[in-house]
């Protein structure tokens, strides 16, 4: 029984330090994440073998499925049909884009076999994710302290955005929105009661230190997306409540000090005010006609154009930036044309997999929604004691919010944080609650 308890042990240490290892790899870079998404799903088949596939499947599972496969029968009726005979890509781009993205099907299937039979203690993963976030929000500030961070990525002149550790790529305050809400739920879950005072005074410290990091990295939507993380904390979670109230007065006199205090930042959020308000206009008088039409809008007609090439199938993953040029009523004229995918996750699924696929990631999103927050707020479950579910629960809401502008649903960076977001908070979901981490 030793031995057996000794194994046990072993495989949750290393399986909790696999997935920890994940936020460090989305700042490493795609190549990186890749491998260590690759590493963690072999070595789990290696391990469990027959018992990993063994898992019993419900009807999320089975519609998760048939999305996958979808995914592939449309990639390849469209290479068969259209890009086989046109000089786009190579023979079978889509097919094989389509069977790679299978990784994060057995991604899914790996991390919820893990949670569920608890070879996975989640406050590595905590550490991790706060750790990393921290990491990320001072190298903005040497960055924006000596005009280069630590790595010597250096600012570029011409851009109100400051990028951090990840060089070309302005996407600092996307990661540190996704990631920083786990620091706010591992203090309270995981420090003892004795250390329970440090949170009146960390929790605040770590709240000034994200949402100044997100403002200077001038990324606009994730800094909305953070205040929406905190409302839903407030609204929901009253355990919580009482270590964020004081929020409420503190931001939005930040945000005014360092609006303020900075030209760049000043520009960069007077523009999203100025674009927004320009949308709601157009949007309200119908003109769209007007020479200030914003680029957003644009977008919305590109996708509108092509998804009607392919209705209900869709044209395959990643094929948006070869249908969208050959649309119909494309004007030559205008110095906007296309876009690798529409800036949306669901305009995006909607041209590329269709009316079909789109209803049923629909249901799955729906669907996972109505249970997690159910089985959590509304039900005599045990999950109503889970608080581990809670950040997973937002940070899923959040992730799929329909309006906002996004990247693409199917690259790398998106679908390995969707993916793995959504794996943990139905492993959680569904596993025996009676766990040692279900206090408080």
């Not at 073998?49 to 996958?68: A, G, Q, V």
């Not at 592939?72 to 000089?87: E, P, R, Y």
């Not at 809400?181 to 003892?192: A, D, K, M, R, V």
């Amino acid at each position: 029984m030793h031995l057996v308890s000794k194994i046990n042990f072993s495989k949750q240490n290393y399986f909790s330090l696999c997935l920890a290892l994940i936020p460090l790899s989305f700042i490493a870079g795609n190549m990186i994440l890749n491998i260590n998404i690759i590493l963690f799903i072999l070595s789990s088949i290696l391990i469990f073998n027959k018992d990993l596939f063994n898992i019993k499947l419900f009807t999320f599972d089975k519609l998760l499925i048939l999305f996958f496969l979808f995914i592939i029968l449309t990639g390849i009726t469209n290479d068969i049909l259209v890009l086989n005979k046109l000089s786009w890509g190579t023979k079978y781009a889509t097919t094989v884009r389509s069977i790679f993205f299978l990784k994060y099907l057995l991604l899914y299937f790996v991390i919820r076999y893990l949670i569920e039979h608890k070879l996975i203690n989640l406050k590595l993963f905590f550490i991790s994710c706060t750790f990393a976030s921290i990491f990320v929000c001072f190298d903005i500030f040497y960055q924006f302290t000596f005009g280069q961070d630590i790595f010597g990525y250096k600012i570029i002149p011409e851009l109100r955005k400051l990028s951090g550790p990840f060089g070309n790529e302005l996407i600092a305050g996307g990661y540190i929105q996704r990631f920083c809400i786990f620091s706010f739920f591992l203090l309270p879950i995981y420090l003892s009661k004795k250390q329970q005072f440090k949170i009146k005074f960390l929790i605040p410290i770590l709240f000034l230190v994200f949402f100044i990091a997100i403002i200077l990295s001038g990324n606009r939507m994730p800094l909305l997306l953070f205040l929406l993380s905190i409302i839903l904390i407030l609204f929901f979670q009253k355990e919580t409540r009482k270590y964020l109230l004081s929020f409420i007065i503190i931001f939005p006199i930040l945000f005014l000090i360092v609006f303020n205090s900075n030209v760049k930042v000043k520009s960069n959020f007077k523009n999203f005010y100025n674009q927004i308000s320009n949308i709601i206009v157009i949007g309200l008088s119908a003109d769209y006609n007007q020479k200030n039409y914003p680029q957003y809008l644009n977008e919305f007609k590109s996708f509108y154009e092509t998804w009607k090439l392919n209705k209900y199938t869709g044209g395959g993953i990643k094929s948006f930036r070869y249908y969208c040029h050959v649309r119909d009523n494309i004007d030559k004229n205008s110095k906007f044309i296309c876009n690798m995918h529409p800036h949306n996750y669901y305009l995006e699924i909607l041209t590329e997999t269709g009316l079909i696929g789109f209803t049923i990631i629909s249901i799955l999103f729906i669907y996972i929604l109505y249970l997690g927050f159910y089985k959590k707020y509304f039900s005599h479950s045990k999950s109503r004691e889970n608080y581990l579910i809670t950040p997973f629960l937002f940070l899923f809401f959040i992730e799929i919010f329909p309006i906002k502008s996004t990247g693409s649903f199917f690259t790398t960076g998106n679908a390995s944080y969707i993916f793995l977001i959504l794996a943990i908070l139905v492993g959680l979901i569904r596993k025996d609650e009676n766990s040692i981490e279900n206090k408080f």
